[in-house]
DNA sequence: ACCTGAACACCGTTCAAGT
DNA sequence: ACCTGAACACCGTTCAAGT
């Protein structure tokens, strides 16, 4: 096939600009026009290349995850189970507001493809109807993808102006301690558990709970 | 406290305007301007009473989950936890858009405050430890945010012009089936698997999964 | 075939000015 | 205290025109 010229616009080049507008200026910033500057190009020039920006962003949700690899095959599927969780989640979080991006968008990137196939054929071979294998893929990236949403979100407007996490986590239990606790005991009772700000930690424990679950259809 | 007079704006009344068009016009149509209008103001106004659009939709996602009400105290805690899922999901699903609104924002109305905290009370009366209850409850709303994101979100472009779920979800399973069965065995095996429309089937056994794998805390 | 210039309708937000 | 009018900088998208 022919090479494009070096200074030729192709998709892939175009996802490329919108990816490194995307980690500059993050998705609200993210437009059309910047996405032309950094490509090099007037922004009507993309409509070319693209039906609109819906059509960039799906190039861009590739983009993203395209960079997924399956873990290795060693331990049960458990174990590979959740390695291919963790995998997904730190895919997401490398990239800055990815979730958002990839959330609700439907990617079929020949490296993603390479990864539910492997996925899926792991499940299959751990002894799971054919029915309950995809499932279990559906779960896990409805999971990851969930989760990473909250977490790569500001958890609020003293955050998004600059507060750490752990700050803004601290405001949130001595909110929740405040309440009246003949009200809302439990809330008071529990606002250092609700609101602790590890969230490897929260990650973990509900992706172990999916593993459970999961695996109790094998018995 | 003074009532405030018929036509007078208040932050509740802006609330109700955004939910208007958020229902009328979706969340990429919903603009401080159209707010504006629906509440009689000019769009200038708005700014006496919110600081940002930001903090226009912190409201409106308060005002799209206000109707949460807890499940009936009926069933072991199991069927119960099943039902607080079942119940988010179909508030979100009954609101255009509630998923992206909610999804990755913090809301604390009083409505949503005294589910948790019946959840909560639920939970640690079922014998989970505090730490392990603030997590079930954190990752069951991390599962059914991120489920109906996916499921709220136009597929793909025919969708968003205009096609069934079904005519999409078969059209994927088509392009499944059509791809390379020596590269992709299991995609093309479990075409029909990953495909299927039935949204409440896949939803149902995710929230299965979740539930069986909180069991495993218990014994 | 691919890109530009110019335009259109529409944004979020600010601010002096009104009542 | 609350709202308006007008303006600013910036959008996504279209389209005739260029090469």
Redo the contacts with the bound molecule.
């Keep these: 096939m022919a090479q494009?010229s070096a200074?030729?616009?192709t998709r892939e080049r175009l996802a490329a600009a919108a990816l490194t507008v995307l980690e500059r200026e993050g998705l609200a910033?993210?437009?059309?026009?910047?996405v032309?500057a950094e490509a090099?190009?007037?922004?009507?020039?993309?409509?070319?290349?693209v039906?609109?920006?819906?059509e960039?962003l799906d190039l861009l949700a590739d983009a993203v995850i395209a960079d997924a690899v399956p873990p290795p095959r060693t331990g049960d599927w458990r174990e590979q189970y959740l390695e291919y969780g963790r995998r997904y989640r730190a895919l997401l979080l490398a990239k800055r507001d990815a979730a958002k991006v990839v959330a609700g968008r439907l990617t079929t990137g020949p490296r993603v493809l390479a990864v539910l196939e492997d996925q899926l054929d792991r499940l299959r071979e751990a002894g799971f109807a054919d029915a309950d294998a995809a499932m279990a893929s559906y779960l896990l990236s409805a999971y990851v993808q969930g989760f990473v949403l909250q977490e790569q979100s500001p958890l609020s407007a003293a955050e998004a102006a600059g507060a750490s996490r752990g700050q803004v986590a601290h405001a949130a239990g001595e909110t929740f301690r405040a309440l009246p606790a003949e009200t809302y005991p439990n809330l008071v009772a529990l606002a250092d558990d609700l609101t602790d700000p590890d969230m490897d930690t929260r990650f973990e424990f509900g992706l172990h709970r999916l593993a459970d679950g999961l695996a109790a259809l094998l018995e």
């Design positions: 494009p200074r030729t616009l910033g993210l437009s059309m026009r910047k032309a090099g190009v007037q922004a009507a020039s993309l409509y070319w290349h039906r609109d920006k819906e960039l």
